[in-house]
């Protein structure tokens, strides 16, 4: 253990203790993976295909779109312009 100029030990602990506690909130933030969760208040009970089901398709899409729009379901700004990033990408 290291003491500072003032004989103190903790305080040179502490200090390490914090930046390796700040490296590891990096590696962790960076390891994130943005995602987008949204509730809908119908079940999917069965594999969904653009062909065979674009009307769901297009109900489900205006009923998260709502959602959030209402805020009924909690999301972030970011998470919001994720979701119409993503919408505007299928059109």
Known sequence: MDEDEHGDVGRNLN????????E??????????????????YGLFYDLTAKNNAVRINQLFEQARWSIV????????????MFAALALQEK
């Open 24 to 41: 590891e909130d990096e590696e962790n933030r960076v390891a994130k993976v943005p995602t987008v969760r949204l509730r809908f208040k």
């Open 70 to 81: 209402t805020e009924a379901v909690e999301c972030t700004n970011e998470e919001a312009a």
């Open 15 to 22: 200090v390490q203790e914090e930046d390796e506690e700040e």
